[in-house]
């Protein structure tokens, strides 16, 4: 299993903290809808069944603080290939780095078994490509483009109690499969990377409060309306 040192968030609760960087060989995505364990009859309810698997292998990420992950595709144009990769980061005090990192490593490899994603560690002799973790975790020899896609967040103003709400709006629905993405990206020349990160995080107090307050004009509003 290989791990790289990577420079810590400056915002880290720790002085002396360190990140380690570890992750995964996907050799493919498999169809959870064919899963014969699955237990719904129509697709709709087959479809709810996997999008629930989903959101608890999310939850099996939560087990470590100060983590981070990462599933990356990697495109490699000239073969027209899509490479795939699941990267974790683990920041900690720096006689904790390295053996936390590794305990995360071995329970990534045992949370994708159990939700039967076939996985091998990166290693540049055996994974496509040749890369080693180094450049699945930095890519491009030379300076990239980036493009970041986050929730959109706003204070939306209720006229009708004349006060502000904090709003987080949905993500768009699919317009089609999901495999219209990625044949896109290879119809790129140059090589692409697209990540989908994720991390886990607590809600403060102050958070909570905001949470609460939004909750409580909600219920005003609805009342009002009735």
Not at 106 to 115: A, C, I, P, R
Not at 116 to 141: C, E, M, W, Y
């Amino acid at each position: 299993m290989q791990i790289v040192s990577n420079n810590p968030n400056p915002a880290t609760l720790y002085a002396d903290a360190e990140s380690r960087c570890f992750g995964y060989y996907l050799p493919y995505l498999p169809d959870f809808l064919t899963d014969h364990t699955l237990i719904g009859q129509s697709m709709g309810e087959k479809l709810a069944e996997v999008l629930g698997r989903v959101e608890r292998f999310a939850i099996g990420l939560r087990k470590y603080h100060n983590s981070a992950y990462a599933l990356r595709f990697i495109t490699r144009p000239e073969q027209g290939a899509i490479d795939v990769f699941i990267l974790g980061r683990i920041t900690a005090k720096r006689e904790y780095a390295e053996s936390q990192t590794r305990q995360a490593a071995l329970d990534l490899s045992g949370l994708l078994t159990s939700y039967g994603l076939p996985h091998k560690p990166i290693d540049p002799d055996k994974t496509p490509g040749g890369r080693s973790l180094a450049q699945v975790l930095r890519p491009f020899n030379q300076p990239a483009a980036y493009v970041e896609i986050r929730q959109h967040e706003t204070m939306m103003p209720l006229v009708t109690i004349e006060q502000k709400a904090y709003v987080i709006y949905p993500f768009w629905g699919p317009d089609g499969a999901c495999l219209e993405p990625f044949e896109t990206m290879l119809r790129e020349n140059t090589p692409l990377a697209l990540s989908i990160y994720l991390e886990p995080t607590e809600v403060t107090p102050a958070e909570l409060n905001i949470l609460d307050d939004a909750a409580y004009r909600a219920q005003t509003l609805a009342d009002v309306d009735a």
